[in-house]
C-alpha cells in the first residue's frame, strides 16, 4: 500500500491524499459506509458507485459467524460475495466481541465468546482475526484490539492498551504469513482519553510498524468534546506519511473538525441507522421525516442537494411514505443521507485541492453542520 | 389519446402498438408495476426508468384515504409526488373496496365504506372516484366498477355487470367535465367466467364508448384454464383498434398467452411481493432463495439474465442476507424480478416487431415460463 499526500491545507491539519492498493487508488480523507453483513441496508452495490464512495466497510465477526470466511473465499472472496468492486474494509470484531460482555472471557490468548447466533463457543484470537481476513481477501484489514467501555477506568485502559499491543505483534506476524498482495493491516491505537496511555499504545504500535494507523475506542460513548480534546492532543504525534483512521465517526460536524486534525478515513452507521428511523440529514440540519409539517412540503428533502433523491421526491411523498410505515419511505431517506456522505467527503477533498478547506469547514460549521446533525 | 397498432403477428392475436398522450408516448404489451402508495417498494423512481418501464400504476383508493387527492393535487400532480414522470394509471380502488366484504354496502349510487384506516365512513361513488383520479392528473384512469368474487353466482355476477355498465355511463360523464387534457378513461368490462355476461359487459361498455377497454374481475382466484378460456372467447369481440387491458395479470406464463390473445396491457403485484418472500422468478423457474443449496453459489440469480443484479450478485449473497432477514436481500431479488418482467415485455415487443412472436411465445412456454412461476 502507497500512501502519498497530494495537498496540505496551509492552516489546519487536514490533507488530501492518495491510497494506492494492488487493486485502486482512493483518494482521502474518505466515508465508508457500513454494510455489516456484506450489504448496505437501502442501496445497492451499484449505488454506492453511483453516490461516489470508494471504500465499503464490512465486520470480519458477522461474516465469521455467517456465513463463514471460507465459504467467501470459495465463492471468490469479499469482493466477488459483496459485488462490490472497489475497496473493502473489514473490521475485526474486537469492538463487537467486547460488546459481548457476559458472553465472553479475555485472555491474553484472546476472547472465548458464545456466539450470538447459536450459543455455539469460539475462541477470538488474533491469529484467527488474521485467518479470517486474509480469506475475505479484503483491502484494509483490521487487528484484534480490545475495546474497553468508555466507563473504564485509567487501570483497565492500560489493560487493554498493552494487550492491544501485544495482540498487535502476533497480528502483523501472522498477517504477513497469510495475506494476499493487495491487503494491508492497520495497527489500531487505543487509551481512552488518557492522553498517556493513548501516547504508550501509539508508540508501541509505531515500533511494530504498519501502514495506516487506526484510531480505536473513540465514538463509543465518552464526552465529544473530550473525545476531540483527546484526538487533538495525539495528532502531533501521528506519523505524516501514514493514512490514519478515526474508527466508527461519526456526525458531519466531527469528520470535518477532525480532518482539520489530520484524520483521513471515516465509518459510520449514522447515515443508514438514521435513515430506518425516517430522520434525513440535510444542510439546514436533522429532519423528522414523519413530522407533519412536511405533509403538502412540495420541495425537496434539502434544497441545498442535488442528489437524486432531491432531485425526484417532494418532501411530501416520503412525509406520507413514512407515516403509512411504507419501507421505500426509509429507502429514500437513507438513500439521500448516504449521499450527504459522500457530498460532504468529496467537497473537503476539493476544498482542500484548491487550499480552501479552513474556509469551507468554517462555513460549515457556521451553519447546522455542527454536532447536532 | 392515440392508439396505433405498430405491427400485428400473423400467427396469433397478438400485436405491437403505441399509446400516444399530451404527456408521452408508450409501446404495448406493457407491464405495470404496482405502486399502490406511490412508490415501488424495493426500487426508487429512477430505478424503474433504469429498468425500462414506462408506465407505473398506482391506487386511487389508497391515495385518497392517505394522503388525500387534494394534497396531492396542490402538491403538483401524481407525476411530480410519486417523481415518475413517465405514465401512471390509476386503478380506481373498486376492487379494494369490495374486498372490504362486512365492512361496506353496496347501493347504486357507490358503495358506503368504512375506512380500514381509521375506521371513518366514506362513500364511493363513480363520482367522486372521477374527481379523485381528475385531481391526481394520473394519465390512465379507471371508473368505479363492481368486482364479485370468484365464486359468485350467475345471478350475482349479472348484477355487478349492469351496476358496472350505469357506473360506467356516470362516470364517463363526471370524466367529461372535470379530465385534465392528457387523461383517458378506460372502460371495464366484468363477467366473470360467464360468456354471455362478458358480452353484454363489453356491448354495454362499447356502447357507452371509451378510448381503451379494461378487463376486470379475473386473475381474482378462479380457475387458470377458465380465466384463458374467458379471455379468449371474449378476444375477437374487442374492438382491434382500442388498447385491452388485463387487470391484475400475472405470472409470466399468463401474460406470454394473454398477449397472444391480443391483450396490451398489464400489472400485478408479483414481482414485488415474491421478492419480499425471497422467491425470485428466473428463465428456469422459481428460485426460494431461502434454500441452503444457495449457500455456496457464486453464479448469478438467473444465468440467462444481464440484469444489474445477475451481473453484480452471487447466489451465496443473496441466500446470505435472506436467511439473516436482512432486508437487503429482498430488496436485491426484487429488483431483479422487475428486471425480468420489463424483459420479457422488451422481449415480446422485438418479437412482434420481427414477426417472430410465436416462434418467441412457444419457445418460452416450452422451457419453464408456464404457470408455476
Redesign the interface.
Known sequence: MKFEILAQCTKTKARLGRITTHRGEYETPFFMPVGT??????A???DLVDLGFDVMLSNAFHLYL??GHD??K???GIH????FDRGILTDSGGYQVFSLSEHRTVTDEGVLFKSPVDGSMHNFTPELVMEIQTSLGSDFVMPLDECPSSVSDEKTVQTAVERTSRWAKKSKESFEKLRQEHQSLFGIVQGGVYEHLREQSLNEILEIGFPGIALGGFAVGEDQSAMLESINELSPLLPLDKPHYLMGLGYPGDILKSVALGMDMFDCVLPTRLGRTAAAITSTGRLNMKNSQY????GPLDENCDC??CQ???R??I???V??D????L??IT?HNLAFYAKLMKSIRNALRENKFNEFCDSCLKNTLIPGI
Request: no cysteine; hydrophobic share 35%; net charge positive.
Open positions: 453483513m456484506g450489504a448496505v441496508k437501502s445497492q452495490a451499484w455467517r456465513p465459504l467467501i470459495d465463492v471468490g466477488k460475495f459483496t459485488g405533509r403538502d412540503d412540495s437524486k433523491v425526484t421526491y417532494p411530501a411523498l412525509n406520507h411514505l407515516k403509512q411504507n419501507v421505500s419511505g429507502q429514500i438513500w
